[in-house]
């Protein structure tokens, strides 16, 4: 039952070339960053994402972008990474845009058992081309399917031994929900707890969805966009 590691460049030695993985995270919130890193590391190629977004040029996802190790990327936002956009210009990489609450949505079903699923979001849009739609007293509805992932990267607080995690603030956005749709779930963390020390009612993602736990330090926290403002108010 314990599953804690001690080692990120030994842990991601399991991710093979072509393997399809879901990334917790929001922007730069609450993002796996050292489990990235040891995958830019190993080199690992041709890889699929799962996630709300690609990071940034020097930061996050990013990195894989910059080395030209992912193949495909399912998100819902793209909108602050130079090199991601340049790699779709030309060709380079596969791209399916998918509405937030969908890919939300999708990642828990993936995690829940449920293979599709019926949403007004996209419909009669481009979004719609290729997939089923239904009228449902009315509306338009696509049909969507879940994701399952071979692998989860995900970002926690706190962990105990058994892989009980704990989220803080924005990082609960898409990491519960990619350890849901992970295979393989890994969750770094900035702290590790003694058994009992979680509350259960406190705990974000049970065990059960976790497969491997490790601790990280010197965490960056990096700010996607700094904007700041004079003491008048102006930009």
Request: hydrophobic share 40%.
């Amino acid at each position: 039952m314990d599953k804690v590691k001690q080692s990120f460049e030994e842990i991601v030695k399991q991710i093979p070339d072509g393997a399809s993985i879901a990334v917790g995270g929001f922007g730069l919130s609450g993002i796996p960053e050292k489990l990235i890193l040891a995958l830019v590391k190993q080199g690992t190629k041709d890889l699929t994402i799962y996630s709300n977004n690609c990071g940034v040029d020097d930061w996050g996802l990013g990195l894989l972008l910059k080395e030209k190790q992912i193949k495909k990327i399912v998100a819902s936002y793209v909108g602050e990474n130079k090199t991601f956009e340049q790699q779709f210009l030309n060709g380079e990489i596969e791209v399916e845009l998918t509405p937030q609450g969908t890919l939300a949505e999708r990642l828990r079903a993936g995690g829940s058992g449920i293979p599709a699923f019926y949403t007004a979001a996209g419909a009669g849009t481009p979004i719609a081309e290729g997939k089923e739609v239904r009228n449902f007293d009315g509306t338009d509805y696509l049909l969507e399917q879940g994701i399952i992932a071979d692998f989860a990267f995900v970002k926690g607080y706190q962990a105990d031994r058994y892989g009980n995690i704990v989220y803080r603030h924005t990082a609960q956005n898409f990491n519960p929900l990619c350890a849901m749709a992970g295979k393989v779930t890994i969750a770094e963390v900035e702290e590790i707890v003694e058994l009992g020390t979680l509350a259960p009612d406190a705990i974000h993602t049970p065990a059960v969805f976790v497969q491997h736990v490790l601790k990280g330090t010197d965490y960056e926290k990096r700010i996607e966009k700094r904007t700041v403002r004079s003491k008048g108010g102006e930009a």
